[in-house]
């Protein structure tokens, strides 16, 4: 799929049990190897560990690979200064030049949504980051923040059995906004799932995968991992293809 002016496979990895340490700068790289284009993390994320591994597996965003990060998480830090600290803090973690995607990680009632992400439009405009997401945003603030900046992403929370942001799905799709659900995993078994992963010689989590790509163009979920098996488990459901009647059942 096509996130800004990059290709990117359509099912990426969540990095927010990372942690700083040997095994896992060694994970990341395996998981660029292995296929993996699109690396999520945050500024909080184990204490900005998660950034700091990325950082030092891939360098900043090696060719073909979207890093992406956020901030802005807690009340008051929505504030222009504490975001300024927060990405160029960031850019050091990732040892990056410019951060390829960034997520405001969500809306402030504190700190008017257009005063944030000015914030971030000034290193857009410094070309120290290239694309702007948002992060459990609805279309009216999606649409208020498009007045701001162009948006090439939202992240919400999003899986089989929490389906809060459907509307959202679809508006992504009309508009060409790449759409990240996070907890991708969390519906959790059911004997649907089951029956179906049986009939495919498949798991239920690239049952569940799968069923994302299909409910939209627009997904591009990103299941969290610290495990290259399950890793490529996770990768190998972009091959899986439900049936029409399987899809419908799952729905």
């Known amino acids: 799929m096509r996130l800004g002016d ?15 340490t040997p095994e896992h700068v060694e994970f990341i790289r395996g998981a660029v190897e292995a296929g993996v284009q699109m690396i999520d993390t945050a500024h909080l994320y184990t204490g900005t560990q998660s950034e700091k591994t990325i950082g030092e597996a ?39 030049e410019a951060i390829t995607l960034y997520f405001l990680h969500r809306v402030h009632p504190d700190t008017p949504l257009e005063v944030s992400l000015g914030a971030i439009r000034e290193y857009v405009e410094q070309s120290k980051i290239l694309y702007v997401g948002v992060s459990e945003f609805d279309i009216d603030q999606i649409e208020h923040a498009r007045k701001v900046v162009p948006i090439h992403a939202v992240q919400n929370r999003y899986n089989l059995a929490e389906r809060k942001w459907d509307a959202v ?83």
């Not at 359509?10 to 700083?20: D, Q, S, V, Y």
């Not at 504490?82 to 050091?92: F, G, K, N, T, Y």
């Not at 098996?229 to 399987?246: G, I, M, P, Y």
């Open 6 to 20: 990059v290709d990117v496979a359509r099912i990426g990895m969540g990095t927010n049990r990372l942690t700083h």
């Open 58 to 96: 891939v360098g900043g965003a090696p060719p073909g690979v979207v890093v992406a990060t956020k901030g802005g998480f807690v009340a008051g830090e929505g504030r222009p200064e504490v975001l300024r600290a927060q990405i160029e803090e960031s850019l050091r973690n990732l040892r990056a």
């Open 169 to 251: 799905v679809d508006y992504c799709e009309r508009e060409g906004i790449v759409f990240v659900p996070f907890f991708p995993l969390r519906a959790g078994h059911s004997s649907t799932v089951d029956g179906i992963a049986r009939a495919h010689h498949a798991t239920p989590t690239q049952v569940m995968l799968a069923w994302l790509l299909q409910r939209s163009p627009a997904m591009l979920p990103i299941p969290g991992t610290l495990s290259l098996e399950h890793l490529k488990e996770n990768l190998a459901a972009q091959k899986l293809e439900l049936t029409k009647s399987e899809y419908d059942r799952l729905v």
